[in-house]
């Protein structure tokens, strides 16, 4: 007890003093900002392997640093992609612009103007390009490209008579000086006299060498000015774009998400609200329940929560919007462990007739291991799962769902322990047993013991009207259809916030006239408009929302979100690929630790959640989002830790795996009726803990937690009736048809033989 109490000790002052000295990165959806996601394409002249990307991520972080955004970051994602996050930012017209070009800075000496109706030549040392006035030149090959350049500055002229120009030096002032001297030798006002200043394909300026430069002299000194009426953003931009360099390949924008200050400002504040109301009102639930042991276990969650947040912090992993609601969800989730060890400690005082309680104590936490390892390594499984197959910000989810679940295997197994050990101990409460809350059989367990329903009896019932739920769920998908977010199907979504409220039609019909007929107008609320297109240039963005400002009075734009079409393509095949991954890996799992039929049983019934969550969501017209998707793959993991728990009951409660024509033994379907009466007092408290985390999370956590928050609630259900009346008949009809294997995997439980 003193080793644990220690290393229990030593843990939370390792996580407070962590918690004081290392604050928590937030993302951009929760602190206002822009994320853009790049990826490299192939040229004609070079490849987008991972080096080309890498001298791209460098460029561009010199173009970063020369926007001058507080605190940016970029980093590379996978071999040709790459992710920029500007905090602060909060129109990314202008960041994409920069970041986006190819900056190809070229000089060329002009070899005259094209003739009208001349057909542009085809010869690769000659190009023909339109003069800032429009006149056609053709152009020969380049003499000097961007890397010749050793830097720009935007500059105005002092007498105010040229306005901004670009003044730029050059590495090398005798290939400037060859140029210009070159065009020297053509009379005033020859177009052969002039110099064309190419940038990405376009002249942006094709001055004349000025008269008083001699012809082979050219202009020495390695100066010179680039003039063309530029404003003074204008002027600044070309000289960043020209001092950041050109990028070795091209780039293409493949996402992009801004998100508002005060948007992001609101979510902590009600993700925050949520996690305070939905803490208390389990804490208190838990206390009502358990009494002492519930004190001492809202003692070890407030561990929890400190620990949990000590790893995200030392990790300096970033906590985005779903990652905030996973780390409220795992305070529910982490109520789990301490139900079953209450639970099977009340079972050990009250049934095995333990003679003391710390013994009972003790025993709850031994039987009780296998149960909250088996249930908490499957929910592991679903977390790696959205780490290592999804992006952005369910991964984000992930990594604070994986952390909060192993935190809460800590503060239930060690932490909550140590306190209850030491409660245990106390005279005072050794002499008031009732106070600890595990002297008594509770309410459920009372009620159950009472009528003894025979719940296997009508298995087969069980199993249609599963089925009958399955086919209503899901039918809405083939009526309804599933309305996908942008994230899968590519495109954009831009939400505003408003003065007045306007009518979904009536904007629908503003964008159709300003030429979005295929718009997709949604309100939220009063105030509140979202807008989803196919994918949408800057200028066409601008175009949008300049008609819901003048349709609102004043309109804020809250959230704007680009996917690129094969940036959908590849989440959608990321999607399917983490379902079909999570239903194989929780059958693999729980082939080795039970019988293959018990794992078909749970996969059966996770299936089954699944789809009839999918199927709701279909019916109300819900978003299906990577949003969803963290709380689809949760569902999965909580529906089969209820079938755990019932699964890991029937295997204690049938140690060696004999058959049921075995004389002497209880038939199998009355031993899994057993089981599940057994383990509904722990399913109904842990229900009704994550219920109230997740009811707050609903009422209290704006639009996209409210879906989150109403997927899980409909999962915790559904899941709920699955573990008794789907996985368990499914398995007890598995049994009868004789499909199980031969016996449990080794090491099966052993620390009950007796029969019920």
């Given at each position: 007890m003193r080793v644990r109490a220690f290393f229990a000790l030593a843990v939370v002052a390792l996580s407070l003093s962590i918690t004081a000295a290392v604050p928590v990165r937030l993302g951009l959806d929760l602190r206002g900002g822009t994320q853009i996601v790049l990826e490299t394409r192939d040229s004609p002249t070079a490849e987008a392997d991972s080096a080309a990307t890498d001298r791209t991520l460098e460029v561009l972080r010199r173009r970063v640093d020369a926007l001058g955004v507080a605190e940016p970051a970029i980093a590379r994602s996978g071999d040709n992609r790459i992710i920029v996050e500007l905090p602060g930012v909060q129109d990314p017209r202008e960041a994409a612009d920069v970041l986006g070009r190819t900056a190809q800075l070229t000089f060329h000496p002009v070899l005259g103007v094209a003739e009208p109706g001349q057909a542009p030549t085809e010869r690769p040392e000659e190009r023909t390009l339109p003069d800032e006035s429009g006149q056609r030149l053709r152009l020969g090959p380049s003499s000097l490209t961007g890397a010749d350049v050793d830097g720009a500055e935007a500059r105005i002229d002092q007498q105010g008579l040229g306005g901004w120009f670009v003044g730029v030096d050059f590495k090398d002032a005798g290939g400037w000086a060859d140029l210009t001297g070159a065009a020297a030798c053509a009379p005033a006002g020859d177009p052969t006299r002039r110099v064309a200043i190419v940038l990405d394909h376009k002249v942006i300026s094709s001055p004349q060498v000025d008269p008083s430069v001699a012809c082979r002299t050219g202009i020495t000194g390695g100066t010179t000015q680039i003039t063309g009426s530029f404003s003074r953003p204008e002027a600044r931009e070309l000289a960043l774009l020209i001092n950041g360099g050109a990028l070795p390949v091209p780039v293409e924008t493949v996402e992009q998400r801004t998100v508002g200050p005060t948007l992001g400002a609101q979510a902590i504040r009600a993700s925050a609200q949520a996690a305070v109301i939905g803490t208390v009102l389990t804490s208190l639930f838990l206390i009502a329940v358990y009494r002492l042991m519930g004190t001492l276990a809202v003692l070890a969650l407030a561990c929890y929560g400190l620990i949990s947040y000590a790893t995200l912090a030392a990790l300096g992993a970033t906590l985005t919007l779903p990652g905030l609601a996973g780390f409220v969800l795992a305070i529910g989730m982490a109520v789990d462990a301490n139900v079953l060890v209450f639970e099977r400690a009340r079972e050990e005082y009250t049934t095995r007739r333990r003679k003391s309680l710390r013994s009972a104590l003790t025993a709850g936490f031994r039987n009780a291991f296998s149960a909250i390892a088996d249930s908490n390594i499957t929910t592991l499984i679903a977390a790696g799962l959205l780490f290592f197959l999804a992006s952005g910000p369910v991964r984000g989810f992930g990594v604070t769902l994986g952390i909060g679940v192993l935190a809460s295997m800590l503060s239930a197994l060690v932490v909550t322990r140590v306190l209850a050990d030491f409660a245990v101990t106390r005279r005072a409460v050794r002499r008031r047993p009732r106070l600890t809350g595990i002297a008594g059989t509770g309410t459920v367990s009372d009620w159950l013991s009472r009528r003894s329903p025979d719940l296997m009896r009508h298995r087969r019932h069980w199993l249609a009207l599963s089925a009958a739920a399955l086919v209503l769920a899901t039918s809405g998908i083939a009526v309804r259809g599933l309305n996908f977010g942008v994230e899968f199907t590519g495109g954009r979504l831009i939400e505003y916030s408003t003065t007045a409220p306007v009518s979904a039609d009536r904007a629908r019909d503003a964008l159709a006239d300003a030429g979005f007929p295929r718009a997709v107008v949604?309100?939220?609320?009063?105030?509140?408009?979202?807008v989803r297109t196919d994918e949408l240039s800057n200028a066409e963005e601008a175009r949008i929302t300049e008609t819901i400002d003048d349709l609102t009075g004043t309109a804020e734009k809250t959230r704007d979100e680009l996917i690129g079409p094969s940036l959908g393509a590849e989440l959608r095949r990321g999607a399917v690929i983490a379902l079909g991954t999570a239903l194989a890996a929780q059958l693999l799992y729980l082939a080795v630790r039970f019988r293959w039929t018990f794992g078909t049983a749970a996969v059966a019934a996770m299936a089954h959640d699944a789809l009839i969550l999918i199927g709701v969501f279909a019916w109300l017209g819900k978003p299906v989002d990577g949003v969803f998707l963290a709380a689809l793959l949760t569902v999965i993991g909580y529906s089969v830790n209820d079938s755990v728990v019932v699964f890991d009951r029937v295997r204690e409660l049938w140690p060696?795996?004999?058959?049921?024509?075995?004389?002497?033994?209880?038939?199998?379907?009355?031993?899994?009726?057993?089981?599940?009466?057994?383990?509904?007092?722990?399913?109904?408290?842990?229900?009704?803990?994550?219920?109230?985390?997740?009811?707050?999370?609903?009422l209290l956590g704006g639009d996209s937690l409210t879906d989150f928050a109403l997927a899980l609630l409909i999962g915790i259900v559904v899941g709920t009736y699955s573990s008794m009346f789907t996985a368990a008949p499914l398995a007890v009809e598995l049994h009868s048809r004789g499909t199980q294997s031969s016996g449990f995997t080794r090491g099966a439980a052993t620390r009950n033989t007796e029969t019920p």
């Open positions: 949604q309100t939220s609320g009063e105030d509140a408009l979202t060696g795996g004999k058959t049921a024509a075995a004389p002497g033994r209880t038939p199998f379907a009355r031993v899994t009726n057993t089981a599940i009466l057994q383990t509904v007092p722990r399913t109904v408290n842990t229900g009704m803990g994550a219920a109230f985390i997740l009811s707050a999370l609903a």
